[in-house]
């Protein structure tokens, strides 16, 4: 075994929310190479590895499967994170790393996680509880120093995965959602097509015997330079070979083998290990350990069975057989699993077990999620499960639920759409993993679909997804907006454009749940969508903020989580919307909602809320004016409460209210706060005009969405 270098003492990577992988590879493996093995860590040139791929392989261009959801932390660069997001520089972020490489001839293949699987249930949950302390931090920083705390503790914006699927796809990019962990999918694909490497953040690259892999990390854009980590250089460094590494990761801790079963075997491993040193952190010393062991282990079936009889695996004997096979990829055997036993990973759901049994309606929603074109219906079809991450809110905001409460009576009416209820008109349960303040995540919540108050009841998911003609798509819009309680407003947002509809909806609903937004808030989100239109990316960029208020910090995560659920009634619903009109590029902007919002609360004048443009003011109170009248039909009075530079300070923490946890409701939901006596705005809407962002002709609107 060579000598590996001097190690280092630093942890390798750092948590994001939401989207670091769950165990993300072997723990402590990446850094380990990095310190300990640098001859595994070499730098390339893309561009070269591409010319040389075209010279061995005329006929097939050079490809790079990106794992997305690793990347995510690092393509988003705008300084501003805490606002809700920046979306226009994000997306054209994208676009220059996309050009980039196709620049140099090199086509990408974009991969995100589809699923969480159960076997990563516990992980998650434990990250999720981690990262509410993480923005309880941030808001505490946020209301002392009213301003973003620097990138130590950055964490993505809410749904940064989601919308980045979204667009990428927009941007023309293949783009796949995985029915599996995304690793093992990842890896298969880069094995299978012949890819020149795989470009990600997960050491568990390392141990799957498949095509290179380069590091997002390390990646330099403007040079296409990285670092490729070698597995056969680690294990020249370890005295292993490649079909060691499987068994390797699994004695090292991994998806399938807890860490926790293997802390006698590691002590054991440590007090035989050669190579034990005291400038070593005792991770480090354990790799070294482990791999020394197994290198005098035969690969051999009897050396597995041994294993397994050695090691304290309880009553599942069989874990190492399981742990070693989740590596191997389609067409691969190993040494230390005989032909016979093993059995190639496939997606595992049949249409037998699936809460859908209309085979019909499930290979659809199942082909719309591999090609990212719907948004968590196969999840609720297939195992009538959906879980959302951490968003950006203060749990010591005692005013504003979490999102996830806000939006429930959606997603219920939403689930309606997509189940059929049963004998006695009872429909099966939804399990909820949903992350807000007061839920323990110690179990998924069971929540009852909810019929929209339609008339004639709810059409069926067949008619809503296969049927043709003008009034299945007055159907498909009538039942969408249903899902929100503006089944009556239809025709008031046919004259608007479609991403100017589904904002009205969002805003409206969001109005009507929550009684303690006030006219301030509503003034700021209308004059954030009119004051959008025309603004590059660049120059929302140049907007810069004296301060930052924690309050409109939250809601601006509220807002684009309602976005999410947009996505998901227009996936349920047949599209009455292109998915590309419901993109928060299209309607917000953090860094604009959170000045609009300080204008809004200081009392400023109409004119200096909307940048000075006169042609705005019409638009503006017709806008506001439909979001008043939706609010009085269903007795939401909509009160002024500015707040002018009082920035809320409070740490008081919230206290939680079981009564937000109603699982079942009727077809309309009053707001969660009870009703202060104030005044509503009312502005009657001018005849014959009608809100529009340019030539009538050039953009769409909702009534009419092309099939």
């Known amino acids: 075994m060579r000598g590996p270098a001097p190690a280092g003492s630093g942890s390798a990577g750092s948590d994001c929310c939401e989207v670091q992988r769950l165990a993300m590879g072997i723990k402590g493996l990446q850094g380990f190479v990095a310190r300990v093995c640098p001859d595994a860590c070499k730098t390339v040139d893309l561009r070269e590895v591409a010319e040389k791929h075209r010279i061995d392989h005329p006929d097939f261009p050079p490809v790079i499967v990106v794992d997305a959801m690793s990347c995510v932390r690092y393509w988003y660069t705008p300084e501003s994170w805490v606002c809700g997001g920046q979306w226009r520089e994000y997306l054209a972020i994208l676009e220059d790393f996309i050009k980039a490489f196709m620049a140099a001839g090199i086509k990408l293949v974009f991969y995100f996680d589809g699923v969480v699987e159960e076997k990563k249930r516990d992980e998650w949950i434990k990250r999720r509880l981690q990262n509410n302390k993480e923005i309880a931090r941030i808001f505490q920083f946020i209301k002392t120093h009213r301003k973003q705390p620097g990138r130590e503790m950055f964490i993505v914006p809410s749904a940064l995965p989601t919308f980045t699927r979204f667009a990428l796809k927009s941007l023309g990019q293949k783009t796949v959602c995985t029915l599996q962990e995304a690793d093992f999918e990842v890896a298969a694909y880069g094995l299978q097509h012949n890819c020149i490497g795989i470009l990600g953040q997960d050491s568990d690259y390392l141990i799957y015997n498949t095509c290179p892999y380069f590091s997002i990390e390390k990646l330099s854009l403007d040079r296409l330079v990285t670092v490729m980590y070698s597995r056969e250089d680690l294990c020249r460094a370890l005295g292993l070979s490649l079909t060691h590494l499987p068994l390797f990761a699994c004695l090292l801790g991994n998806d399938v083998v807890p860490e926790s079963l293997l802390e006698r075997f590691w002590r054991k491993c440590l007090v035989t290990s050669p190579h034990k040193n005291n400038s070593y952190n005792r991770r480090t010393n354990i790799l070294l350990a482990v791999a020394n062991y197994i290198s005098k282990v035969p690969c051999s079936y009897s050396s597995l069975k041994h294993l397994e009889e050695m090691l304290p695996l309880g009553s599942d004997k069989t874990l190492l057989h399981r742990g070693v096979e989740s590596y191997l990829l389609p067409g691969q055997q190993s040494p230390w699993i005989p032909p016979n036993l093993t059995s190639c990973q496939t997606f595992s ?42 968003s950006l809110e203060d749990e010591c905001d005692t005013e504003i639920p979490g999102q996830a409460l806000i939006y429930r009576p959606a997603r219920q009416h939403i689930y309606s759409v997509l189940l059929e209820s049963g004998k006695g008109g009872a429909y099966p349960l939804v399990k909820e993993w949903f992350v807000y303040f007061g839920n323990p995540l110690q179990q998924p919540e069971l929540i009852q679909p909810v019929q929209p108050s339609m008339p004639g009841g ?17 159907q498909r819009c009538s039942t969408f907006l249903a899902c929100f309680h503006l089944q009556d407003r239809m025709e008031e947002l046919q004259a608007l454009e479609a991403p100017v509809a589904a904002f009205c909806c969002l805003l409206a609903y969001l109005m009507m749940q929550v009684s303690s937004l006030s006219l301030e808030d509503l003034n700021a989100f209308v004059a954030v969508i009119l004051c959008l239109k025309g603004k590059s990316a660049a120059q929302l960029a140049g907007l810069q903020l004296a301060q930052v208020d924690s309050r409109g910090v939250h809601l601006g995560a509220v807002f684009v989580r309602g976005l999410t659920t947009l996505l998901m ?52 109170q017709n806008l506001k004016s439909f979001i008043c009248k939706a609010c009085t039909a269903k007795k939401r009075t909509i009160q002024s409460r500015p707040r002018g530079n009082g920035f809320i300070t409070g740490t008081q923490q919230r206290e939680f209210n079981p009564r937000f946890q109603q699982t079942h409701r009727s077809s309309f939901v009053p707001p969660y706060h009870n009703q202060m006596r104030g005044f509503l705005w009312r502005n009657p809407q001018p005849q014959g005009r009608e809100y529009g962002l340019g030539h009538p002709d050039r953009r769409r609107r909702f009534q009419l969405p092309p099939r």
């Open 458 to 474: 709810t059409p069926n998911l067949k008619t809503l997804w296969f049927a043709k003609g003008p009034d299945v798509e007055k």
């Open 569 to 620: 009634a227009n996936s349920a619903c047949g599209f009455p919307f292109r998915m590309d009109d419901l993109m928060p590029w299209e309607v917000f902007d953090g860094k604009l909602f959170q000045e609009k919002y300080q204008q809004s609360h200081q009392g400023c004048s109409l004119e200096e809320l909307l940048e000075g443009n006169e042609s705005l003011y019409t638009p503006f």
């Open 349 to 390: 759901l049949q249409q037998q077990t699936a809460v859908c049994q209309d085979k019909e309606i499930f290979q659809l929603a199942k082909e719309q999620h591999i090609q990212s074109e719907n948004y968590t219906i196969f999840n609720i079809l297939s195992k009538g499960e959906i879980e959302c991450s951490n």
